[in-house]
């Protein structure tokens, strides 16, 4: 299988000082300094630097978060929280790895296999689609 050149190749930088209100579809690697309000969507890898504060939830193929997520992460290769980390969310990845002094609330599916991971993560994500309607 061929690398893609967005693997290691920042395509997009959102820099200290930023804020961003509404929801962002990206394509491939970003780093995030900033502040956003609102989703974040990607099909590459997505680097939350310390001093960065997102609020609403992250897709994307893998994550490092160095700085603070009120809401949910979705990654199907790996979630890294590193120790300067703070979320508050669901994370649903195939790895995940918390630093020490990282910060963690709520709840997570980390499943090796495929397609257990695929079928798990399909009812988590269709039952958390009908809370949210229940709740609005």
Known sequence: MASRLDDISLNTLIGLGSVIQGNIKINGFVRIDGDIDGNIETDGNVIIGEKARIRGNITAKSVTIGGVVLGNIKADEYVKLLSSSAIIGDIISHKVQIDDMAYYKGHCISIKDD?????????????RAIKEKALH
Do not use: A
């Open 115 to 127: 397609q257990t991971y695929s079928e798990l993560s399909q009812h988590y994500l269709q039952e």
